[in-house]
Protein backbone atom coordinates (compact mmCIF):
# COMPACT_ATOMS: atom_id res chain seq x y z
CA UNK A 1 0.00 0.00 0.00
CA UNK A 2 2.97 2.42 0.73
CA UNK A 3 4.78 1.50 -2.32
CA UNK A 4 1.25 2.13 -4.55
CA UNK A 5 1.10 5.96 -2.80
CA UNK A 6 4.50 6.96 -3.93
CA UNK A 7 3.65 7.48 -7.46
CA UNK A 8 0.89 9.24 -6.55
CA UNK A 9 2.50 11.25 -4.28
CA UNK A 10 5.74 11.96 -6.23
CA UNK A 11 2.78 13.30 -9.38
CA UNK A 12 1.30 16.28 -6.79
CA UNK A 13 4.89 16.95 -5.72
CA UNK A 14 6.12 17.62 -9.50
CA UNK A 15 2.74 19.13 -9.92
CA UNK A 16 3.45 21.81 -6.79
CA UNK A 17 6.89 22.15 -8.70
CA UNK A 18 5.90 22.88 -12.15
CA UNK A 19 2.79 24.71 -12.05
CA UNK A 20 4.71 28.31 -11.14
CA UNK A 21 6.86 27.40 -14.26
CA UNK A 22 3.72 26.83 -16.41
CA UNK A 23 2.28 29.95 -15.37
CA UNK A 24 5.36 31.95 -16.43
CA UNK A 25 5.43 30.30 -19.29
CA UNK A 26 1.69 30.71 -19.98
CA UNK A 27 2.14 34.54 -18.87
CA UNK A 28 4.98 35.43 -21.43
CA UNK A 29 2.84 34.15 -24.71
CA UNK A 30 0.01 36.51 -23.54
CA UNK A 31 -1.32 40.25 -23.92
CA UNK A 32 -0.86 42.57 -20.64
CA UNK A 33 -4.48 43.35 -21.56
CA UNK A 34 -5.10 39.17 -21.23
CA UNK A 35 -3.10 39.09 -18.41
CA UNK A 36 -5.18 41.64 -16.28
CA UNK A 37 -8.55 41.36 -17.75
CA UNK A 38 -9.02 37.05 -17.41
CA UNK A 39 -8.14 34.35 -15.72
CA UNK A 40 -7.20 31.86 -18.70
CA UNK A 41 -4.86 28.50 -18.20
CA UNK A 42 -3.59 28.82 -21.38
CA UNK A 43 -3.25 31.91 -23.83
CA UNK A 44 -6.29 32.79 -26.42
CA UNK A 45 -4.24 35.10 -28.49
CA UNK A 46 -1.25 33.57 -28.48
CA UNK A 47 1.94 36.39 -28.85
CA UNK A 48 5.45 36.31 -29.16
CA UNK A 49 5.73 39.73 -29.12
CA UNK A 50 7.23 39.99 -25.01
CA UNK A 51 10.15 37.52 -26.26
CA UNK A 52 10.97 39.43 -29.53
CA UNK A 53 10.99 43.00 -27.26
CA UNK A 54 13.49 41.26 -25.26
CA UNK A 55 15.64 39.96 -27.92
CA UNK A 56 15.53 42.70 -30.08
CA UNK A 57 16.08 45.43 -27.10
CA UNK A 58 19.60 46.18 -25.99
CA UNK A 59 18.43 47.21 -22.33
CA UNK A 60 16.78 43.52 -22.11
CA UNK A 61 19.50 41.89 -23.62
CA UNK A 62 21.92 42.81 -22.68
CA UNK A 63 21.01 42.33 -19.00
CA UNK A 64 21.82 38.43 -20.12
CA UNK A 65 25.19 39.51 -21.58
CA UNK A 66 26.44 41.13 -18.77
CA UNK A 67 24.77 38.14 -16.49
CA UNK A 68 26.57 35.90 -18.20
CA UNK A 69 30.35 37.32 -18.24
CA UNK A 70 30.55 38.14 -14.65
CA UNK A 71 28.81 34.59 -13.76
CA UNK A 72 31.53 32.94 -16.08
CA UNK A 73 34.32 35.24 -14.94
CA UNK A 74 33.31 34.46 -11.27
CA UNK A 75 33.01 30.75 -11.67
CA UNK A 76 36.91 30.34 -13.18
CA UNK A 77 38.30 33.08 -10.65
CA UNK A 78 36.55 30.91 -7.79
CA UNK A 79 38.06 27.27 -8.96
CA UNK A 80 40.97 28.68 -9.73
CA UNK A 81 41.47 29.94 -6.37
CA UNK A 82 40.06 27.43 -4.57
CA UNK A 83 41.98 24.61 -6.31
CA UNK A 84 45.26 24.77 -4.65
CA UNK A 85 43.81 25.92 -1.19
CA UNK A 86 41.55 22.59 -1.12
CA UNK A 87 44.50 21.21 -1.81
CA UNK A 88 46.14 22.33 1.29
CA UNK A 89 43.45 21.40 3.58
CA UNK A 90 43.19 17.98 2.24
CA UNK A 91 46.93 17.14 2.23
CA UNK A 92 48.16 19.08 5.12
CA UNK A 93 48.17 19.37 8.84
CA UNK A 94 49.73 22.85 9.63
CA UNK A 95 48.65 25.38 12.44
CA UNK A 96 45.48 27.09 12.57
CA UNK A 97 44.09 24.71 9.27
CA UNK A 98 40.68 24.20 11.49
CA UNK A 99 40.52 27.16 12.24
CA UNK A 100 41.06 28.90 9.22
CA UNK A 101 39.08 26.64 7.38
CA UNK A 102 35.99 27.47 9.72
CA UNK A 103 36.75 30.96 9.18
CA UNK A 104 36.54 29.87 5.36
CA UNK A 105 32.90 28.90 6.03
CA UNK A 106 31.76 31.40 7.86
CA UNK A 107 31.82 34.08 5.16
CA UNK A 108 29.75 31.95 3.14
CA UNK A 109 26.99 32.16 5.96
CA UNK A 110 27.08 36.02 6.12
CA UNK A 111 24.32 38.00 4.11
CA UNK A 112 25.51 39.61 0.85
CA UNK A 113 23.59 42.69 2.68
CA UNK A 114 26.77 43.19 5.36
CA UNK A 115 28.74 43.40 2.30
CA UNK A 116 27.46 45.60 -0.08
CA UNK A 117 28.06 49.18 1.41
CA UNK A 118 31.70 48.36 1.81
CA UNK A 119 32.15 46.80 -1.88
CA UNK A 120 30.23 50.36 -3.22
CA UNK A 121 32.97 52.08 -1.49
CA UNK A 122 35.82 50.32 -2.24
CA UNK A 123 34.99 49.92 -5.62
CA UNK A 124 33.93 53.56 -6.43
CA UNK A 125 37.29 54.31 -4.78
CA UNK A 126 39.19 52.09 -7.53
CA UNK A 127 37.41 52.83 -10.47
CA UNK A 128 35.75 49.60 -10.65
CA UNK A 129 31.98 50.46 -9.77
CA UNK A 130 29.83 49.05 -12.75
CA UNK A 131 32.35 46.94 -14.72
CA UNK A 132 31.81 42.77 -14.79
CA UNK A 133 35.17 42.16 -12.73
CA UNK A 134 33.48 43.97 -9.81
CA UNK A 135 30.97 41.56 -9.46
CA UNK A 136 32.68 38.84 -9.94
CA UNK A 137 35.35 39.26 -7.25
CA UNK A 138 32.38 40.24 -4.98
CA UNK A 139 31.01 36.80 -5.41
CA UNK A 140 34.11 35.53 -5.25
CA UNK A 141 33.31 36.16 -1.35
CA UNK A 142 30.85 33.68 -0.88
CA UNK A 143 31.70 31.47 -3.73
CA UNK A 144 35.81 30.65 -2.82
CA UNK A 145 34.54 29.05 1.11
CA UNK A 146 31.87 27.08 -0.43
CA UNK A 147 33.94 25.87 -3.28
CA UNK A 148 36.88 25.06 -1.25
CA UNK A 149 34.65 23.22 1.34
CA UNK A 150 33.50 20.83 -1.67
CA UNK A 151 36.53 20.04 -3.40
CA UNK A 152 38.35 19.14 -0.44
CA UNK A 153 35.98 16.56 0.00
CA UNK A 154 36.62 15.32 -3.22
CA UNK A 155 40.31 15.41 -2.73
CA UNK A 156 40.19 13.53 0.51
CA UNK A 157 38.56 10.80 -1.41
CA UNK A 158 42.09 10.87 -3.30
CA UNK A 159 44.66 8.29 -1.78
CA UNK A 160 47.75 10.36 -0.74
CA UNK A 161 50.02 7.42 -2.26
CA UNK A 162 49.28 8.56 -5.41
CA UNK A 163 51.05 11.72 -4.91
CA UNK A 164 54.00 9.86 -3.78
CA UNK A 165 53.94 7.84 -6.78
CA UNK A 166 53.63 10.08 -9.41
CA UNK A 167 56.38 11.84 -7.60
CA UNK A 168 58.49 8.94 -7.74
CA UNK A 169 57.51 8.55 -11.51
CA UNK A 170 59.34 11.94 -11.98
CA UNK A 171 56.53 14.10 -12.29
CA UNK A 172 56.72 17.89 -11.06
CA UNK A 173 54.05 19.14 -9.07
CA UNK A 174 52.19 21.20 -12.50
CA UNK A 175 52.68 17.68 -14.29
CA UNK A 176 50.94 15.45 -11.78
CA UNK A 177 47.96 18.04 -10.62
CA UNK A 178 46.78 18.76 -14.39
CA UNK A 179 47.49 15.18 -15.65
CA UNK A 180 46.37 13.15 -12.72
CA UNK A 181 45.32 14.62 -9.99
CA UNK A 182 42.45 16.95 -11.39
CA UNK A 183 41.04 13.89 -13.75
CA UNK A 184 40.51 12.02 -10.52
CA UNK A 185 38.06 14.86 -8.80
CA UNK A 186 36.54 16.23 -11.96
CA UNK A 187 33.24 15.28 -10.60
CA UNK A 188 33.81 17.90 -7.47
CA UNK A 189 35.01 20.60 -9.92
CA UNK A 190 31.78 20.42 -11.90
CA UNK A 191 30.07 20.34 -8.57
CA UNK A 192 32.00 23.29 -7.56
CA UNK A 193 31.38 25.15 -11.55
CA UNK A 194 27.47 24.49 -10.79
CA UNK A 195 27.18 25.82 -7.50
CA UNK A 196 29.04 28.80 -8.47
CA UNK A 197 27.19 29.29 -11.53
CA UNK A 198 23.62 29.27 -9.72
CA UNK A 199 24.69 31.66 -6.98
CA UNK A 200 26.17 34.40 -9.10
CA UNK A 201 23.42 34.10 -11.62
CA UNK A 202 20.80 34.32 -9.30
CA UNK A 203 22.22 36.63 -6.67
CA UNK A 204 20.51 40.34 -6.50
CA UNK A 205 21.41 42.57 -4.31
CA UNK A 206 25.34 42.91 -4.67
CA UNK A 207 24.77 42.82 -8.71
CA UNK A 208 22.55 45.53 -8.31
CA UNK A 209 24.63 47.52 -6.03
CA UNK A 210 27.89 47.20 -7.91
CA UNK A 211 26.17 48.60 -11.31
CA UNK A 212 24.60 51.11 -12.73
CA UNK A 213 24.30 51.20 -16.60
CA UNK A 214 27.45 49.24 -18.12
CA UNK A 215 27.03 46.45 -16.76
CA UNK A 216 23.73 45.69 -15.27
CA UNK A 217 22.57 42.01 -14.74
CA UNK A 218 19.02 40.94 -15.99
CA UNK A 219 18.29 40.33 -12.29
CA UNK A 220 18.20 44.39 -11.58
CA UNK A 221 16.79 45.04 -15.60
CA UNK A 222 13.82 42.72 -14.21
CA UNK A 223 13.19 45.01 -10.83
CA UNK A 224 13.00 47.91 -12.97
CA UNK A 225 10.22 47.40 -15.67
CA UNK A 226 7.98 49.79 -14.27
CA UNK A 227 6.65 52.42 -16.93
CA UNK A 228 4.16 55.11 -17.12
CA UNK A 229 1.97 52.63 -18.51
CA UNK A 230 2.24 50.15 -15.58
CA UNK A 231 3.61 46.66 -15.03
CA UNK A 232 4.84 45.13 -18.42
CA UNK A 233 4.06 41.90 -17.13
CA UNK A 234 4.08 40.07 -20.36
CA UNK A 235 7.75 41.29 -21.16
CA UNK A 236 8.47 40.08 -17.39
CA UNK A 237 7.24 37.54 -17.61
CA UNK A 238 9.02 36.47 -20.94
CA UNK A 239 12.43 37.63 -19.05
CA UNK A 240 11.76 35.31 -16.57
CA UNK A 241 11.43 31.93 -19.11
CA UNK A 242 14.87 33.24 -20.30
CA UNK A 243 16.43 33.54 -16.85
CA UNK A 244 15.55 30.06 -15.90
CA UNK A 245 17.11 28.77 -19.40
CA UNK A 246 20.92 28.92 -18.47
CA UNK A 247 20.28 27.22 -15.45
CA UNK A 248 18.20 24.58 -16.68
CA UNK A 249 20.88 23.89 -19.15
CA UNK A 250 24.00 24.11 -16.22
CA UNK A 251 22.03 21.36 -14.01
CA UNK A 252 21.46 19.05 -17.32
CA UNK A 253 25.29 19.19 -18.34
CA UNK A 254 26.36 18.73 -14.67
CA UNK A 255 23.34 16.70 -13.14
CA UNK A 256 25.83 13.35 -13.05
CA UNK A 257 28.17 15.08 -11.19
CA UNK A 258 25.86 16.73 -8.83
CA UNK A 259 24.68 13.46 -7.76
CA UNK A 260 28.04 11.86 -7.00
CA UNK A 261 28.49 15.17 -4.92
CA UNK A 262 25.60 13.81 -2.77
CA UNK A 263 26.80 10.35 -2.95
CA UNK A 264 30.11 11.20 -1.35
CA UNK A 265 28.08 13.37 1.63
CA UNK A 266 30.07 16.36 0.65
CA UNK A 267 26.78 18.68 -1.34
Known amino acids: MRLKSQPVVMGIYLLFLLTPIYWLVNMSLKT ?7 FTLWPSDLTFANYVTILTDPSWYMGYVNSLIYVVLNTIISIAVALPAAYAFSRYRFMGDKHLFFWLL ?14 FQLYSSVNLFD ?47 AKIFLPLIASGVGVVAFFCFMFSWVELLLSRTLTSVAAKPIAATMTRTVSASGMDWGVLAAAGVLTIVPGALVIYFVRNYIA ?5 GRV
Open 32 to 38: NTEITSA
Open 106 to 119: TNRMSPPAVFALPF
Open 131 to 177: THIAVALAHCLFNVPLAVWILEGFMRGVPKEIDETAYIDGYSFGAFF
Open 260 to 264: KGFAL
